[in-house]
């Protein structure tokens, strides 16, 4: 169950991180590279809260033994 909510934490600051840098990059354009790899950092955040999600629910998703 914690590692779960570590998931869900990563998650939301990688869904964070990655709007956060898009909007920014709209308005300030003159750091566009700089935000651009913010954006890119809240997508590795993102994949790597799935990843560990997956890892986590391989065992509660087995089929019950017989």
């Known amino acids: 169950?914690?590692?779960r909510r570590m998931s869900v934490a990563v998650g939301a600051v990688?869904?964070?991180?990655?709007?956060?840098?898009?909007m920014a990059s709209l308005l300030l354009s003159s750091f566009?590279?700089?935000f651009i790899g913010l954006e890119i950092a809240g997508l590795a955040?993102?994949?790597v809260s799935f990843a560990r999600l997956r890892r986590s629910t391989?065992?509660?998703m087995r089929p019950?033994?017989?």
């Open 32 to 34: 566009t590279y700089l």
């Open 64 to 66: 019950p033994e017989k």
């Open 1 to 3: 169950m914690q590692r």
């Open 14 to 22: 990688g869904l964070i991180v990655l709007f956060g840098g898009a």
């Open 45 to 47: 955040l993102i994949v």
């Open 58 to 60: 391989l065992g509660i």
